[in-house]
């Protein structure tokens, strides 16, 4: 698996311990910033594939740039430490880290945790595209209901007459129902008459 790695650490020295534990399980390309770096700017610039967050003792302000990079630079995150707190683990989790995991891991172990964060991230960036797929299904439903409701309102017709309707006005203007559903309630909100 050829990945760009992105570590962030402040300590030096135990950012070159885990730079050579990568290196062990294969992974060349791995770049390092400290803590203090704008994360979101380090991101958008070397263009990592995964980034790995290490450190001693878990920190808040750790958790403020998983969450900072998940909204607007999202990557696989992995975050290592040498202390074990579950409830800092859950935080992480819903952060954005994909792993959570004790520092001084071997390089097999080191590949497991890497692939696996990948997959966990490629999984649940699936999951929100179809979620919000889902959504604007959903919202356009609602939106060409209304549409119905309107022109059986205005027009006193049946409910197959209104779809109809609409159906025929988007098929003539080469649109989609929704759209067309959606110019209707705005039109009639904005007079108060249905066109």
Same mark, same amino acid.
């Given at each position: ?10 300590? /030096?020295? &135990? ?9 062990? #399980?294969? *992974?060349?390309?791995?770049? !390092? %910033? ?71 891991? /071997?390089? &097999? ?9 990948? #997959?966990? *991230?490629?999984?649940?960036? !699936? %999951? ?68």
């Amino acid at each position: 698996m050829s990945l760009k790695i992105l570590v962030v650490d402040s300590d /030096s020295e &135990r950012a070159r311990l885990l730079e050579r534990t990568l290196s062990g #399980a294969g *992974f060349s390309q791995v770049v !390092r %910033v400290g803590g203090g770096a704008d994360l979101v700017e380090a991101v958008r610039r070397i263009a990592p594939d995964l980034v790995i967050f290490d450190m001693a003792l878990p920190d808040r302000d750790a958790l403020e740039g998983v969450r900072a990079l998940s909204s607007s630079a999202p990557r696989p995150i992995v975050m290592f430490s040498d202390k074990d707190d579950p409830a800092f683990v859950e935080d992480a989790i819903a952060a954005g880290v994909c792993s959570y995991n004790l520092s001084g891991v /071997s390089n &097999r172990d080191m590949k497991a945790i890497v692939a696996s964060a990948v #997959a966990h *991230f490629r999984r649940y960036a !699936r %999951v929100e595209t179809e979620l919000a797929a889902a959504n604007a299904q959903l919202e356009e439903r609602r939106i060409v209901e209304r549409a119905k409701a309107l022109l059986m309102a205005e027009r006193k017709v049946t409910e197959p007459q209104a779809y109809r309707w609409l159906r025929n006005k988007a098929m003539n203007d080469n649109r989609r129902i929704a759209q067309v559903a959606a110019d209707l309630i705005k039109d009639q909100d904005a007079d108060g008459l249905l066109k």
